[in-house]
């Protein structure tokens, strides 16, 4: 749809640069004269419009001063729809990992009450420890239907911003490699110029207010009036006559009324501009202010992971060295697979803050 209008402008700088054609205009008349004479009164003129006041290069400019604006709208486009496809994409990844993360819990929820049921069965641990790891093993039992259709959902939610039908990604193999990749951003200064000075959106309207100001311009313009000259010839009855005339339109209004029209739509164009800027400026406050702050929320996430490795470790080495049961090791492990989810999660909002952040900002930090 971009791309089309931008066609469209493009092609009206074409009709913007024509000067007007002419207007020929024939009137016959038939009388009566008598006595021979011919009763034909026949009448051709001319209507060539001369443009003063450079309107045609005012109207050129305007044309193309939307040319600009639509072009750049296709690259804010393009912006707008990649940035879709990442996000859908992101968190499709996100769900197939948290999916396998689930299974391995289902797994080891199963070991874990399968061990603690023959224990129970012995008389060597109470029920109640059962029903504790019964009830812990039917909530991730939901989070993995949970996550299933989830899965399938964002799925369907790529195939959408990609713009295929869902049924072909069930048999494609797609992949957020990048996941845990989080790269350096620039400085905020360099953020705050790229936000404020080079978004495709605030160029185009910069190219809006241009058009604004070129269509003022050129209703300034029509202050001067134009000139047209009426070249005629007439066949009066028998005699050739010819006739060359000069009009021009009196300008008694001084085209007030579209100059404050023109005026008008100009302030409305730097006014959009301005508030363009503004809410880019807190888009791009935000966006950084989020992304930092899920950065350190991933720092604590993957401290505790090692945590949770190490003691992990330190079960399955004591139960080597028999000082330690597999139950032990299996609720380490249960320990391990939460905090795996919570990385993910993690991770996974902060490569989304990531994203808003690129977007605040119109540039891909995996380039700098």
Same mark, same amino acid.
């Given at each position: 749809?971009?791309?089309?209008?931008?066609?469209?402008?493009?092609?009206?700088?074409?009709?913007?640069?024509?000067?007007?054609?002419?207007?020929?205009?024939?009137?016959?008349?038939?009388?009566?004269?008598?006595?021979?004479?011919?009763?034909?009164?026949?009448?051709?003129?001319?209507?060539?419009?001369?443009?003063?006041?450079?309107?045609?290069?005012?109207?050129?400019?305007?044309?193309?001063?939307?040319?600009?604006?639509?072009?750049?709208?296709?690259?804010?486009?393009?912006?707008?729809?990649?940035?879709?496809?990442?996000?859908?994409?992101?968190?499709?990844?996100?769900?197939?990992?948290?999916?396998?993360?689930?299974?391995?819990?289902?797994?080891?929820?199963?070991?874990?009450?399968?061990?603690?049921?023959?224990?129970?069965?012995?008389?060597?641990?109470?029920?109640?420890?059962?029903?504790?790891?019964?009830?812990?093993?039917?909530?991730?039992?939901?989070?993995?239907?949970?996550?299933?259709?989830?899965?399938?959902?964002?799925?369907?939610?790529?195939?959408?911003?990609?713009?295929?039908?869902?049924?072909?990604?069930?048999?494609?193999?797609?992949?957020?490699?990048?996941?845990?990749?989080?790269?350096?951003?620039?400085?905020? $200064?360099?953020?705050?110029?790229?936000?404020?000075?080079?978004?495709?959106?605030?160029?185009?309207?910069?190219?809006?207010?241009?058009?604004?100001?070129?269509?003022?311009?050129?209703?300034?313009?029509?202050?001067?009036?134009?000139?047209?000259?009426?070249?005629?010839?007439?066949?009066?009855?028998?005699?050739?006559?010819?006739?060359?005339?000069?009009?021009?339109?009196?300008?008694?209004?001084?085209?007030?009324?579209?100059?404050?029209?023109?005026?008008?739509?100009?302030?409305?164009?730097?006014?959009?501009?301005? $508030?363009?800027?503004?809410?880019?400026?807190?888009?791009?406050?935000?966006?950084?202010?989020?992304?930092?702050?899920?950065?350190?929320?991933?720092?604590?996430?993957?401290?505790?992971?090692?945590?949770?490795?190490?003691?992990?470790?330190?079960?399955?080495?004591?139960?080597?060295?028999?000082?330690?049961?597999?139950?032990?090791?299996?609720?380490?492990?249960?320990?391990?697979?939460?905090?795996?989810?919570?990385?993910?999660?993690?991770?996974?909002?902060?490569?989304?803050?990531?994203?808003?952040?690129?977007?605040?900002?119109?540039?891909?930090?995996?380039?700098?």
């Amino acid at each position: 749809m971009a791309k089309a209008k931008a066609a469209t402008a493009r092609a009206a700088i074409a009709t913007a640069d024509t000067a007007p054609n002419p207007t020929l205009s024939f009137a016959p008349e038939l009388g009566n004269p008598g006595g021979g004479v011919n009763p034909w009164v026949l009448g051709f003129s001319l209507d060539y419009q001369i443009e003063t006041a450079n309107k045609r290069g005012q109207r050129t400019a305007q044309a193309q001063a939307q040319t600009n604006a639509a072009a750049l709208s296709i690259a804010d486009t393009a912006w707008t729809v990649s940035s879709g496809v990442r996000a859908a994409l992101l968190e499709l990844e996100s769900a197939t990992r948290r999916l396998e993360v689930l299974e391995a819990q289902r797994e080891n929820d199963d070991a874990i009450v399968s061990m603690v049921a023959a224990r129970v069965q012995a008389g060597e641990a109470p029920r109640t420890d059962l029903g504790v790891y019964q009830t812990q093993q039917g909530r991730d039992l939901l989070d993995l239907a949970d996550g299933r259709s989830k899965l399938d959902a964002n799925r369907a939610k790529l195939a959408d911003a990609v713009g295929v039908p869902a049924i072909s990604l069930r048999v494609t193999a797609v992949s957020f490699g990048a996941l845990d990749k989080l790269p350096g951003i620039p400085s905020q $200064r360099s953020l705050r110029s790229a936000a404020l000075l080079r978004r495709s959106d605030v160029l185009g309207a910069l190219q809006d207010f241009a058009a604004a100001d070129a269509a003022l311009r050129l209703e300034i313009a029509k202050q001067t009036p134009d000139l047209h000259l009426n070249p005629g010839y007439t066949f009066d009855q028998g005699q050739s006559k010819w006739a060359l005339g000069l009009g021009l339109t009196l300008p008694i209004d001084r085209n007030a009324g579209p100059i404050r029209e023109a005026i008008a739509k100009r302030d409305e164009a730097a006014a959009v501009f301005e $508030r363009l800027q503004i809410g880019i400026r807190g888009e791009l406050d935000q966006a950084l202010s989020a992304y930092q702050a899920d950065r350190r929320r991933l720092g604590e996430v993957e401290a505790l992971l090692k945590s949770q490795s190490q003691q992990l470790a330190d079960a399955e080495r004591l139960s080597k060295a028999g000082e330690g049961g597999r139950l032990a090791v299996n609720t380490a492990k249960s320990l391990v697979l939460q905090a795996r989810l919570a990385r993910i999660d993690a991770l996974t909002q902060a490569q989304l803050s990531l994203g808003r952040l690129q977007d605040s900002t119109r540039i891909s930090f995996d380039e700098h």
